[in-house]
């Protein structure tokens, strides 16, 4: 079983989403493309790794979510999955 605890941060219009995932930090911060209309998932994994600090930032699709929830949870699946395969290659 994959140890996972989430909270929401947000203030003066700004909305996020960490969770911790196999070790990873997880900051989903979507961004809203004014073009489009719709909601950009981005997301930064974060972790430390013998005492050096990496970030691999990942964005999702331009031009598809119209609400800012599907954007998040797309965000955090996206995280989930790069995750995964990253730690399956050692």
């Not at 989430?6 to 700004?14: D, H, K, L, P, S």
């Not at 909601?39 to 331009?62: A, I, M």
């Not at 609400?67 to 999955?81: G, L, N, P, S």
Request: net charge negative; aromatic share 12%.
């Amino acid at each position: 079983m994959v140890k996972q605890q989430a909270f929401w941060r947000g203030g003066e219009g700004i909305r996020a989403m960490e969770l911790i995932y196999r070790s990873r930090h997880i900051h989903s911060l979507p961004e809203l493309n004014l073009e489009t209309d719709c909601w950009v998932p981005n997301v930064d994994v974060s972790w430390e790794q013998g005492g050096t600090k990496f970030h691999q930032l990942l964005r999702g699709p331009v031009g598809y979510f119209k609400i800012i929830d599907q954007a998040e949870t797309y965000a955090v699946d996206m995280a989930k999955t790069w995750i995964d395969a990253e730690r399956t290659e050692y």
